[in-house]
């Protein structure tokens, strides 16, 4: 059972839903769960008065008050140390970082001390945060505004690494991400906040009004973390991908007519191993596509364990579809984004012999 | 941009040429020491201000030093926290079972009973004198020196040396390096190896405390030399910005390993003197002077409890023992700096304290200090019934995957399970190992 509610909201006469995109989501998980839970605090700059750069969470401090949703002083290390404190005493912190790209100076508070408190502490003390964050490129945000440095994370144990690629998606996870008792990094795809983005940079943008999964329950609901999601069934083969390439590789699927199966991985750890295990078995085909840069990327990881797993039933090498081993370029985006063209050169060359 | 850029720049002639300053420290190994330039003011000429004092008022606090006790061992001036002969008793009798407790634990290393092992030789006062003045359940993030708070708290000595011998009634499943201790029902946080990241933490805590309206307080510890790190910034501009309920104190040992109290900027200014910039209050103590340090920590907690903010203290103190098991200090500094230290030994201060004002005499001291060693050893006897480290006697193979998450993903299951045939492969169970 993965979810408590089905993937959209049936014509139940409780299940009230409105449309929502990614922000609103956010902005409604957290809205939820500080009405549900008096120890649920949300903390960063500027997301207090201001309501956050990106309005994730507008409205939240005229509401809960500013003991409970409050700027802080800009430095990373400090907001992350500082949560890390008010969950050893109880609390279960919110905290948000601007921007993926500036997670850095936090590092050691995530890595050595949210990450192993529990361990070391053989649980007596935990560090119940989640750490919302946006992530990702194609906004032209250059090198500081489109990082996707998830694969720092998934190589820290203690650590669950969440990635939404819809508004439904984001409020469930969020909500999950929320109630655990484990440190959530929860990365958000910055570039489809309004709406999804196929890749084709060049036409026209969609928003999520017009999108399924853009209906969204105005109550709560969690999406348990741990769960992938078949976004589109396949026998040809099975691409493994999450937050906005979710959607580039469902463009470019119905783009090349190829029947792939498209699994959003929707949580990086704990992974869903089953579902990746039984798609790829079934279609002998893995292609994975990814933002971040390729080497040590997660990318590598998955390809690793669908070899160990399925290694026989593999009829192709396993692509991997990532951005270049660069720095994130400005002027050159679209260059480097892992977009249409790319995925679908993978795709050619991975069914070649079918 | 030819000039000066890489090793190919050249110095213009018509400007004298910049020198780069390393600080070095006064004395090397093998010369004479001699502190005569260390500033130590009168006891009891500091003034105590009121505990609501706006925190610009402390620019005359933080470049002296309050002080207490004076060479004739009586407590004197505005600071004298005028505790009974009963509790300074207890007090000289936690300090001089923690150093009784640091030398068995010392020579259980050199007896190969454990890895590692740190002392608190001279620092005795600063973490127990604390512990007395704060309430049982304020909680204290101390860095890897304030084991002086357990033993003044009363935590169990055999509980202490089971995580120090990682065995199995260790209760932190020999997962720690010995000493960092994690004792949630003393009020004394997981110590960590990463220096300093306990000081937002227990920022963060504080902040936690008031705004659930609580009346507990926190407290933290790091030393002159982790003050370098960036969490020290971000905690001390936290603290004030928030006004947490925090005590925020620098043990100033002089000494970061290998490296002199000026590599992390001490010739320029005194640690206390940072609080100035941050806007929060800053003490000055002679961290060797128990009832100062008391006072200190007491007249801070009041602060915080009334809602007045964070105290930064700085506890003036020296090193006197090397830095860990693993550190001979003797290649660094000279032999003669813990004995010639103006401040003197905390423990014996107290104690001629005690003598002074007709509370105390030597055929006691001695006796109690027979009396801790004794209690000390049978700790230890009864600890070791639990297994040293590498006799067998640890805990369960399978406690190492526990912990990692609330509950165990498949990976780390699998991984458990490999590990547990590796252990069947070997030939000779873990439980014989």
Known sequence: MSEILPETAEAGAEATSSRMNMIQAINSALDIMMDRDPNVIVMGEDVGYFGGVFRATAGLQAKHGKTRVFDTPITECGIIGVAVGMGAYGLRPVPEIQFADYIYPALDQLVSEAARLRYRSAGEFTSPITVRSPFGGGIFGGQTHSQSPEGIFTHVSGIKTVIPSTPYDAKGLLIAAIEDNDPVLFFEPKRIYNGPFDGYWDRPTQNWSKHPAGDVPTGYYRIELGKAKVVRAGGALTILAYGTMVHVCTAVVAAAGVDAEIIDLRTLIPLDIETIEASVKKTGRCMIVHEATRTGGFGAELSALVQERCFYHLEAPIERVTGFDTPYPHSLEWAYFPGPVRITEALKKIMKDA | ?433
């Open chain 2, 1 to 433: 941009m030819s000039n000066g850029s890489g090793t190919n720049g050249s110095a213009r002639t018509n400007l004298p040429p910049l020198t780069l300053h390393v600080p070095e420290p006064k004395f090397r190994p093998g010369d004479a020491v001699d502190f005569a330039e260390v500033d130590v003011p009168a006891a009891g000429s500091v003034r105590r201000p009121d505990t609501a004092e706006a925190a610009s008022g402390f620019t005359d606090l933080v470049y002296t030093l309050i002080r207490v006790l004076d060479d004739d061992g009586k407590a004197v001036g505005p600071w004298n926290p005028r505790l009974s002969p009963d509790v300074v008793r207890r007090m000289l009798r936690s300090m001089a079972l923690l150093r009784a407790f640091d030398d068995r634990m010392f020579r259980a290393q050199r007896q190969g009973k454990t890895s590692f092992y740190m002392k608190a030789l001279g620092e005795e006062a600063v973490a127990v004198a604390a512990a007395y003045a704060l309430d049982h359940d304020d909680m204290c993030f101390p860095s890897y020196r304030q084991q002086g708070l357990l033993i003044a708290r009363g935590w169990s000595l055999v509980d202490m040396m089971n995580q120090i011998y990682s065995n199995r009634g260790d209760r932190l499943q020999g997962k720690q390096l010995p000493i960092m201790y994690s004792v949630k029902d003393a009020g004394f946080f997981s110590i960590s190896g990463n220096l300093t990241t306990q000081y937002p933490q227990a920022v963060g805590w504080a902040m936690a405390s008031a705004a659930k309206g609580d009346t507990r307080i926190a407290a933290a510890w790091c030393g002159e030399g982790s003050t370098a790190e960036g969490d020290f910034h971000a905690a001390c501009t936290f603290a004030s910005v928030y006004r947490a309920p925090v005590i925020l104190n620098i043990v100033n040992n002089q000494w970061a390993i290998s490296s002199f109290s000026g590599f992390a900027g001490a010739e320029a200014t005194t640690f206390a003197a940072r609080a100035v910039g941050y806007g929060i209050a800053g003490l000055r103590v002679d961290g060797n002077d128990a009832l100062a340090v008391y006072a200190a920590t007491e007249w801070a907690a009041e602060r915080a409890r009334t809602n007045q903010g964070s105290t930064l203290i700085e506890h003036f103190t020296y090193r006197a023992e090397g830095h860990s098991t693993s550190d001979d200090p003797g290649q660094y500094r000279s032999e003669g700096e813990p004995n010639a230290w103006p401040l003197g030994d905390p423990i014996r201060r107290l104690k001629e304290h005690l003598i002074a004002i007709g509370e105390w005499d030597e055929e006691r001291h001695a006796a109690q200090d027979k009396e801790v060693a004794e209690e000390v050893k049978a700790a230890q006897k009864e600890a070791e019934k639990n297994g040293i480290l590498g006799h067998g006697l640890h805990q369960p193979l399978d406690t190492l995957f526990d912990g990692v998450f609330e509950e165990m993903p498949w990976h780390l299951r699998e991984q458990q399970a490999q590990m547990l045939a590796e252990e069947t492969a070997s030939g000779r169970p873990w439980d014989k190992k």
